[in-house]
């Protein structure tokens, strides 16, 4: 079964900084991954997702993760933080075989930018 | 464009109440899902659907009953309503089911049991 381990429950970086939010991923076939974001009292909604070829995705608002096989890894990065980045961020896996997957989600990393 | 709404966003029961938890999208999507949120827990599936008629069991069904007559509608029922059921209940849909593209997520039901 597949599963999914982030890496922090609260990560914190000054405005400007490097924001790298780290998942790692367990799945028996070829996955297919995705990095979600929650703003405070709103549901989630799609930052970028990975299904098959090129390992680096971008996404949207500056976010970008490279799918890392050899590693099991799908780590979500933005080169400069911005005070709009402050939500919670979950990585979600999928084994891709039709008819019977479904997402599996991390548990979450609560990212703060401080000014 | 709505997208996937749920009611009501707040909702207070007492021990052992019932009530239903309501979902529709305008996407005419065939998958549906339900997921609870728990603090630090992340979201786990309760049940989902494939299309009209046909619904099936996620990873925690346990205390809850899903029925799915139309394509919009994915309604949620709690029957008898216990503490470890306060959580915040999130409905999703997406338009593939074999190729997994993107679930659009509804605002979330707070549910607090007393």
């Known amino acids: 079964a597949q599963s999914v381990t982030q890496l922090g429950s609260h990560v914190s970086v000054s405005e400007g900084a490097l924001v790298l939010l780290r998942c790692n991923y367990s799945s028996s076939v070829p996955p297919y991954l995705f990095w979600y974001v929650q703003y405070p009292n709103q549901g989630l909604q799609l930052l970028l997702k990975y299904t098959t070829g090129a390992t680096l995705v971008k996404g949207i608002n500056g976010f970008e993760a490279e799918f890392k096989k050899s590693e099991t890894s799908f780590h979500l990065t933005k080169p400069s933080a911005h005070m709009s980045d402050a939500a919670e961020y979950f990585c979600?896996?999928?084994?891709?075989?039709?008819?019977?997957?479904?997402?599996?989600f991390g548990k979450g990393t609560k990212l703060t930018v401080n000014p | 464009n709505a997208g996937v709404t749920q009611t009501p966003k707040f909702r207070i029961l007492k021990i052992g109440q019932s009530m239903t938890l309501q979902c529709t999208q305008d996407?005419?999507?065939?998958?549906m899902y339900w997921y609870r949120q728990d603090p630090g827990m992340g979201l786990k599936l309760i049940y989902y659907s494939v299309g009209a008629g046909i619904t099936d069991k996620g990873e925690v069904p346990n205390g809850y009953n899903v029925s799915r007559s139309t394509t919009e509608d994915f309604p949620l029922r709690l029957e008898l309503a216990a503490p470890s059921q306060t959580s915040v209940y999130f409905c999703?849909?997406?338009?593939?089911?074999?190729?997994?593209?993107?679930?659009?997520f509804g605002q979330g039901t707070r549910l607090t049991v007393v």
């Open positions: 999703a849909s997406s338009p593939d089911w074999g190729r997994f593209t993107e679930a659009f």
């Open positions: 979600a896996v999928s084994d891709g075989q039709g008819g019977s997957e479904k997402l599996v």
């Open positions: 996407m005419n999507h065939n998958y």
